[in-house]
């Protein structure tokens, strides 16, 4: 079982910076935290849920949705942590954000992350 908790959403006005972090506890017999590949998703209202920002697990490899590069950057602490660091944030990021996990999978599907937080909301005004 792998247990995900967001923090560090909130309210801010357009052109602010956020940081999220995604505490995780890994308790699946033989993996740690490193062996899986960590991404954030978001979803804004009556929207699908899209993928934002992935790191692989020994952070050799990061991808970035195109709306956000340049704005955003993904990194881990490598021990129980990934961050969302949101620069230039626009209204249009608002949305719940989702940090995920996959054992195996390293991409932008939602499908292929089996572990999910709850989220922490993002609201950016104008």
């Known amino acids: 079982q792998v247990q995900l908790v967001e923090s560090g959403g909130g309210l801010v006005q357009a052109g602010d910076s956020l940081r999220l972090s995604c505490a995780a506890s890994v308790s699946v017999p033989g993996r740690t935290f490193r062996t899986y590949n960590m991404a954030w998703f978001r979803q804004a209202p009556g929207k699908e849920r899209e993928f934002v920002a992935a790191?692989?697990?020994?952070?050799?490899?990061t991808s970035y949705a195109d709306s956000v590069k340049g704005r955003f950057t993904i990194s881990s602490d490598y021990d129980n942590t990934v961050y969302l660091q949101m620069n230039s944030l626009k209204p249009e990021d608002t949305a719940v954000y989702y940090c995920?996990?996959?054992?195996?999978?390293?991409?932008?599907?939602?499908?292929?992350?089996?572990?999910w937080g709850l989220g922490t909301q993002v609201t950016v005004s104008s």
């Open positions: 995920a996990a996959a054992y195996l999978a390293f991409g932008s599907r939602s499908a292929e992350y089996e572990y």
């Open positions: 790191i692989s697990g020994f952070g050799v490899s």
